[in-house]
């Protein structure tokens, strides 16, 4: 049987996953009776079409941004961490807590905030990693079950303790205290803060994986668990490490979401950024100099999207349809294979390759 | 509560485990030989849509379930397409289908939603309905259930009693040792994989058709994740997988019944239980827990006791084979 080479150059992989994506939501777009020309207009107006366009997308980047970032870590040790999503949720809930229930100076409260938030995504992330190392239940099992119930436990709290007084509405808590929020830049929701942290965030992971001897474990740990054990790497530390550090980042980001997106805790408080950010390290082949600007693209179709959904009253869902076609047309055509896992071993049969 | 009425709740317990049943026997046999599809969620959410649309538009529900296999199979095929062929992470792809399948559904169902369709028709077998007690639970009910029985008992003899099921096995346990045998490794998986999605694709439209009637944006959403969970609790055998996915129904029922009683507890907890009992249930399978119940068993049953509660994993699962020809290039 002849089997053909397809290893294509990522520039012409990334072009045709490029054209495939519009393709796809250009025939979703004439299905619906709406011209591609004018659905994509709408969808660029509504990401770049004035400086608030901008700084909103801006503003939704960081968390994305955040996430991935932490993700890196992950999918560098071979671990598919889908509970990234509840433990940016997690974060949300711990800044929630402190802005709710502390009363202190702005300085001191934001600090306590952001500094829950990071210890609430970590404990999250620090379960499910227990739970692969100790109990063998797979990450991607562990970290979708603790997903639902951090969603589960946000609606708790909307609908119960953290009600508001005059209740009714099952939407959201009470707006915080004003000095609790993250300063904004004018009348955004971005907070100029935040953007900073980021990219201190992206700049550590680089070079945390470049040039520290963890980070080189991490990357023994991902390439081979095997010879990397008898090398002497505790696959179990770094496991539950490289997991929670990547918790603590998503928290962060969660923390965000409530203190600078929005001004309370609201029901879906995540909506999804966490998986969104597993597609961006996927389509980053796990380089984190890329996931920044992946994560702004992203961003800027996922807010342009929802221009397009005022506009043409089409669901906003063909945003998320055109970067999942994206990244998978890059993840089969693409030559790299860094999205090595530990269950893809190959076999010995083929040495030569 | 009488016997009629525990009668009643079990016979609803049977009626809504089915999809998964179907489910679960899908990717069993996928699992088996070698191809894990871990796009169940979004592959369930597009063929529920899929298969209610379809259903309304023709205005037949055989058409539906028809179509919603096209969809499960279609994305089960680029998964084993993506594995076999260009060697990529059935993970990863399968994890970017779920997210797909999952806006495509709500997209292309959008002006579909919250309105009245075509259903599957109640059908008792006549005699074996009015046996007491089990008529009722087992035998009252729609063909889909019938098909959902049938395709339990057809998985498992065709898995573990027939030349072909042996050869779909060895593909997923020793490809090696398969190919030096005569079997096509691959063009078993590509089959086998499709097949397995063909019937998730039903289970989907089991739902919007039959069970859970009509279509919502995300309509069976995380119910494709219990699948996949069962399939590991259920040791990979369509049989074990069914037992799970009754007992699952079962804790359902059980938890909305302990809410009736119990309203002053938050509806917050109910919903907690599935994702509770899946961690619980994972965390079973892991450890040794079984290993120890089989110890102080009396010696003369362990073997068999052990043979029935071991989970195992098949050994070449979501591993790639290359045929030792296409090295030779």
Redo the contacts between chains.
Sequence with gaps: ???IR?HLPNWIVVSIAIIASLLVTSL?LLLFGVSPMDGFGAMLLGAFGDSTKVLSVTAFWVPLALASAGLILTFTAGL?N?GVEGQIIMGAVAASWVALRIDAPRPILLVLELSLAMAAGALWAGITAL?KTR????E???G???N??AI??T??LI??PWQPPEGGTFRGTDPFQAKALLPLYRDSRLSPLSVIITLVVIALIYFVLRGTKWGLRLKALGKNPRSAFILGVSSERETILAMMICGAFAGLGGSVRVLSWFDSLRQSISGGIG?LA??VV?LSATRILLTPFIAFFFSAVLNGSITLQLRTQ??S??G??LT??M??FV???SGT?S???P?????E????? | MNDTELVRILSSIVLQSTPLIIAVCGETIGERVGV?N?SLDGTMLLSAMTGFVAGLLSGSVWIGFLAAAVVGAFFAW?IA??SI?????????G???T??G???S???G?NYTRIPGESVHHLGIPFLKDIPILGPIFFDHDPVVYFAFLLIGVTWWWLFRTQPGLRLRSAGER??SGFARGVDVNRLRYVYAMIGGGLVGIAGAAYSLDIKLGWSEGHTR?LG?IA??IV?FGGWSPIRGAVGSLLFGASKALAAALQRRFPEV?V??F??T???L??VV??L???DVTERLVLIMPRRVQPRLRRLLRVRPPA????????????G?
């Design positions: 049987m002849r089997r397809w979703l598919w889908i739970l109990g063998k239940v797979h991607i099992f562990g979708l079950a603790l639902n119930l589960i436990f609606n708790y609908s119960g998986y597993l597609l996927m089409l669901h869902s063909l998320g349809i999942g076609v990244v998978l993840l089969l055509f294979r999205l090595k896992l269950s893809q071993k190959t076999l049969v083929e040495e030569d390759e | 894990v871990l680029i397409f993506g062929r260009l060697r990529k992470d059935q993970f990863a792809v994890f970017v289908l997210l797909l999952d806006e495509l709500a997209f292309l959008q490809p090696e995380g994740w996949l969970a590991i938050s917050v907890a919903n907690a599935p994702w509770l899946m961690i994972l965390l399978v892991g450890s070449a699962l979501g591993v790639a084979f290359s045929t030792p020809e296409s090295q290039e």
